[in-house]
């Protein structure tokens, strides 16, 4: 009688294990023992490890980028920094240039006509300079253009605005003598 208890529940334990889970949430001590034996475990083990090497990876792939993105952020606001500083200068040279007009409009009341023009011009040269300024502000929160192409472009401008800085200066200098 003992010997047939003995394989009557080494049956019942055998037929159990076969719907039993390696999981150790769901086998229970039985789905432990199966899991350990087999090396489910082990192998669910070595799963979750390589999934979080490969986190990891992609975590310093991301940190990477992230700082190269920064490095760049920080290139462009130099470079958009700079920019700023040429039209400062531009718009305090162009002050200087309406103050000197305006002492040669006192001491040249004949030259009124080419004095007029050089306002116009000189306030013409302002307004753009203004919006360039503004094109600059706007750069730092972005546009559909590129920030690369907006860049370049505010800078053809404002080289222009130089030049036309520089021939006001001379047709004052001209006017002046």
């Known amino acids: 009688m003992k010997g047939r208890m003995t394989v009557m529940a080494a049956a019942l334990l055998a037929g159990g294990c076969a719907g039993v889970s390696t999981d150790p949430h769901e086998g229970g001590f039985i789905g432990g023992v199966q899991g350990l034996s087999s090396g489910e475990y082990e192998r669910r083990v070595q799963e979750r490890r390589a999934r979080l090497e490969r986190l990891k990876a992609e975590q310093r792939a991301l940190d990477e980028e992230r700082k190269r993105l920064e490095s760049r952020k920080g290139s462009l606001q130099a470079r958009i920094d700079e920019e700023k500083r040429k039209v400062d200068r531009l718009r ?4 200087r240039l309406r103050a000197e007009i305006a002492e040669m ?15 116009r011009r000189i306030d013409a040269l302002r307004d753009r300079i203004g919006k360039l300024d503004m094109d600059l502000d706007a750069l730092e929160g972005g ?11 505010l800078e053809r401008e404002r080289r222009r605005l130089e030049q036309e800085y520089r021939l006001l200066l001379d047709l004052t200098l001209q006017l002046g003598r």
């Open 105 to 119: 409009e006192r001491s040249h009341r004949g030259d009124e006509a080419r004095i007029a023009d050089l306002r």
């Open 92 to 95: 305090r040279d162009s002050d």
């Open 143 to 153: 546009s559909g253009e590129s920030v690369e192409q907006k860049r370049a472009r």
